[in-house]
């Protein structure tokens, strides 16, 4: 099947700082990505649909200003974290269309 | 707004025993996904289902579709330890929106 491959697989901030996460189909274009976020135990809530060359939609209760997202080419997208909080620790995952949905393999983002 | 329901959302059960999971949702939709996810992992792709009446079977799990019903299961057969896992249904609608998960654990 098709490979998304997220970086980095795991990443420790501190509070107040931002912190980018990539997402890349590596053997398709990808449109439209899609980034999720998961809290312990909990399931995958979708946080914005990003669109190729223009601007992301976001599920509502999202803070666009907080969670800026850019999908500058076909197999990219980046999600940043701006001045994170303690509560924004979490796994983000991110995901990419082709005939099905592919799934990166998540990034942990723990802000101290 | 589309909804997806899972029941049971826990499930404990005896190796070697059968069981089924259910996904139910709201509005009509082109695909209906199912994944596993072990602790700490993403999400493994396990079926894909597509037209009313689907199904498909891999290994000891079998999902099937009903459109009509707006319902998709998940069985397990002879369930073995390997198999406690978080098995999610997801419905594609444009977005895909993924139900609660079920949290399988299966005792030896």
């Known amino acids: 099947g098709a490979v998304v491959s997220q970086h980095p697989s795991w990443v420790i901030c501190k509070s107040g700082t931002s912190v980018k996460i990539e997402c890349r189909s590596l053997?398709?274009?990808?449109?439209?990505m899609f980034w999720y976020r998961q809290f312990p135990k909990q399931s995958l809530m979708l946080m914005a649909t990003s669109n190729e060359g223009s601007k992301a939609t976001y599920e509502q209760g999202v803070e666009k200003d907080k969670f800026l997202i850019n999908h500058a080419s076909l197999t990219l997208s980046t999600l940043t974290v701006t001045s994170a909080h303690p509560e924004d620790s979490s796994f983000y995952i991110c995901?990419?269309?082709?005939?099905?949905?592919?799934f990166g393999q998540g990034t942990r983002l723990t802000v101290v | 707004e589309l909804k997806v329901e899972q029941n049971p959302l826990f499930l404990s059960m005896q190796e070697g025993k059968n069981y089924t999971i259910y996904c139910n949702y709201s509005t009509t939709s082109d695909r209906l996904y199912w994944y596993r996810q072990d602790p700490g992992k993403s999400l493994e792709s396990l079926f894909v289902l597509l037209s009313n009446g689907a199904v498909k079977q891999e290994g000891r799990l079998m999902a099937s579709l009903d459109t009509k019903a707006r319902l998709s299961t998940l069985h397990i057969t002879a369930a073995v330890h390997d198999l406690s896992a978080t098995y999610f249904c997801?419905?594609?609608?444009?977005?895909?929106?993924f139900g609660k998960g079920t949290r399988l654990h299966i005792l030896p």
């Open positions: 995901s990419a269309q082709l005939t099905e949905a592919f």
């Open positions: 053997d398709f274009q990808a449109t439209t």
């Open positions: 997801a419905v594609d609608q444009d977005k895909i929106i």
